[in-house]
């Protein structure tokens, strides 16, 4: 090894990180370097991320978005009104200051009554893949749902056709929604997971695969989700719910930690967790949760009935998990042309290389 080498060795383990870790960085770091020539993520530079993630207690994410931030700082935006009912750029700030210390912030009417019946319309009526209880690598059935006869728990429906409808476009580029998200981000933030999907009472027992059992997210360096609630939510619908604060640095116990990137029971998060800071969303239709989901979180199974949730998030860099490819069509409103045409970066993994 060079001196160089071994002068950044000693370095590292200055920082308290052991040599599984350093070997982490490591292929972090090479990961980085391939997404810049290809805008592909080595797997194991991302199974890398979340061990380290685990390992520093989430310190390791926040000196990685530090970096991001300062490569990609804040763009301008036209304003920073918009569905979410912000005013100004103190709205907005103190929104994200809310995030930043919970990890959460409600919007009681984050989209109007006719957007939520639209999108509820849309999910009666297109279909969706059928989500198997248990991971299955055939591929999956397509149908509209029954709410009167569900064949299984979770309904989702595809990003591509659901980035290219002008309802939802007009969510992707809403300017409230964005400035959230970037100042929450503190950079540019990049549209990054748009998602629908049915939850509902096929089986009320908690489900891996359907995302009913506790657990965290490391798709991405940072993000913020926004989850739209499309029918009205109570204890037996299946509200989603947070954990408290558990985003921040050290926010999940070292014990939990060491599960590494899997999911926790409901009794394992109450061992760690006083009951005040363990929320249940019950909220009515229209109501919009902007969460940061690297804190604990999970949907609740639902008792009676059925959820739609409509969800976008927002990221830091695309550097991470791989997603199913989804691109627009190019056929947009006037405004939202314009706004995508100014802010490619933004759109740059709906958008045709």
Known sequence: ???IGKAKLLLLKSFGLSNEDIVNVSKIKKG???FAKTNQTPSESYLSMINLFCSTKGYSNEFI???????YPKIKLENHEGTLGTKSIADVRKIADAIKRDGYFVFKNGITRKVAEYLYDYGINNEASVLPLETNNGPLRKEKINLNDPVTIRYTFSEEDLINDPTIQELMTDNSILSVAQEYLGCMPRADGTNMWWHTDYSNEPNEEAATMWHFDMDRVKWLKFFFYLTDVTTETGPHCFIKGSHRIKGIPDDLLKKGYSRITDEEVEKYYTRDRILEYIAEKGTVIAE?????????PVIKGARLIFQMQFSDHLFGASLPNAKFSNKFSPRVETLIK????IYARYLEA
């Open 292 to 300: 940061d989901t690297r804190g604990l979180h999970k949907g609740k």
């Open 32 to 34: 980085f370097d391939e």
């Open 65 to 71: 978005h530090f970096f991001i931030s300062k490569k």
């Open 1 to 3: 090894m060079s001196l």
């Open 342 to 345: 100014d802010n490619k970066d």
